[in-house]
Structures are given as structure tokens and as C-alpha cells.
């Protein structure tokens, strides 16, 4: 009888396991900058047309060539804030990601991937200045910061970005042309994150087919994190 009762507290202890597995993977493909409340903005709202427009990606290779050519008195840094709104609570699976260019100290461009208003030529965008990524900026300039953004640290290195290796770096993803994937920094996240997703029981989604999906994919996140190269 106790053994049986034992058997039936761990199955019912796994199946709470799973289900919470389950419940935060469907909120990584749905929260954030993919949430249906985004997409919608996305696509419906006029300020975002900007977001699809096909000649972003050759406007981004162009300053970035340009600022290769004159380094002089320029940085980049990265950021993360929260994810869409400032109602989004910034989590360890729903943040948003941007660079930014500075020339003498001073704000010259932000830099982001972005998901595109449905119908336009590509899925997914490098797109110079969003305005949600400037105006996050800036608060946080003005020590109101109710975006939350904080600079991108490492622990090791902490004279901050290469400029010249990650403009370059950026650019080379730029010139590959990934799409846009909403899940796909799931392939960012500590090993030891991926052991516990990967319990998630199949067909809801598997932690393998997210990786396999996100090969030549981006998102916000993956897109900074992935070419952010510090000074040694």
C-alpha cells in the first residue's frame, strides 16, 4: 500500500514537472517580441511599416561599412530591456535586445533584428532606429528606466565590445540573411537549461526541433548575442 502511494506521488509529481516544462515553452514561442499582442502591433500598427521595409538590411551593411572605414571616437555596447511593452515583466525567457552606436559619445544609431509586418518581402529584418529601442535608450539614459535596460557585462571581460570585431561580425550575419524565429535564442540559453527542456514530452514541442528549426534563424536576442565579441 505505501509503495503503491509512492508510486502515485512521483507520477503525479512528474506529470506537474512536464506540465510546467510544457507551460514555459509555450510561453517562449509566445511571449515578448513574438507574443500575439507584438505580432499584431506588428502588423497592424502604421509606425511599424518601417519594420518591413525591404531596403533595411542594405541601409544597415552600408553604415556598418561605413563606420569600419572611420572607427575614430566610436563604440557600440549592447542592451536588453523588456520585450515589447513596459508592462512585459523581464524574465530569463521574455526580454528584447539592441545595439547601440555611439560617435563621441553621443547616440548615432540603435541596431536590432526584428520580426516584419506580415506580407513584406522578408521575415525579418537588421533595422537602424526603432523607436521603441531609442526611446527605451534614452530613459535609461535619463535614470527613468521603466524598460529595465541594462547593459550586456561579462563576468571575464569588462572593457566591453571590440568595436571593430563585432561591427564585423554583424555584419557578416547581415550579409547570411536569416530569417526571423521567434524561440530561436532558446539555442543562447546555459546547458543546464536545455537538460530540463528537453524532458518536454513530444508532440507539444521538443527542445530538439526548436535547434533544429532556429539553424539559419534569428531573433532579437540570438541576433546581439551571437555577434557581441569583447575585448581581451
Not at 38 to 66: F, H
Not at 162 to 175: A, Y
Not at 192 to 203: D, E, G, I, K, T
Request: hydrophobic content about 40%; some cysteine.
Amino acid at each position: 500500500m505505501l509503495v503503491e502511494r509512492q508510486m502515485i506521488s512521483s507520477k503525479t509529481l512528474i506529470s506537474k514537472v512536464l506540465l510546467c516544462v510544457v507551460v514555459v515553452l509555450f510561453a517562449l514561442s509566445f511571449a515578448g517580441c513574438t507574443s500575439m499582442n507584438a505580432i499584431k502591433d506588428i502588423n497592424e500598427n502604421p509606425d511599424n511599416i518601417a519594420r518591413g521595409n525591404p531596403e533595411n538590411p542594405q541601409m544597415v551593411k552600408e553604415y556598418l561599412e561605413s563606420i569600419l572605414d572611420d572607427p575614430q571616437g566610436r563604440e557600440v555596447n549592447a542592451y536588453h530591456r523588456r520585450a515589447y511593452s513596459v508592462d512585459n515583466k523581464k524574465t530569463l525567457f521574455t526580454y528584447h535586445s539592441f545595439y547601440v552606436f555611439l560617435k563621441d559619445s553621443e547616440l548615432e544609431h540603435t541596431l536590432v533584428f526584428t520580426a516584419t509586418p506580415k506580407g513584406s518581402e522578408r521575415n525579418g529584418n537588421w533595422m537602424l532606429d526603432a523607436q521603441s529601442d531609442i526611446d527605451s535608450y534614452n530613459l535609461f539614459l535619463s535614470a527613468d528606466n521603466p524598460w529595465e535596460v541594462e547593459p550586456y557585462l561579462h563576468r571575464k571581460y569588462a572593457s566591453g565590445l571590440d568595436f571593430q570585431l563585432t561591427v564585423q561580425t554583424v555584419l557578416d550575419r547581415v550579409e547570411k540573411e536569416y530569417s526571423f524565429f521567434g524561440p530561436a535564442s532558446i539555442r543562447n540559453l546555459p546547458w543546464y537549461h536545455h537538460v530540463w527542456l528537453s524532458l518536454a514530452p513530444p508532440p507539444i514541442l521538443t527542445l530538439g526541433s526548436v535547434l533544429v528549426i532556429s539553424i539559419h534563424k534569428d531573433n532579437c536576442n540570438s541576433a546581439i548575442v551571437e555577434t557581441m565579441v569583447w575585448k581581451k
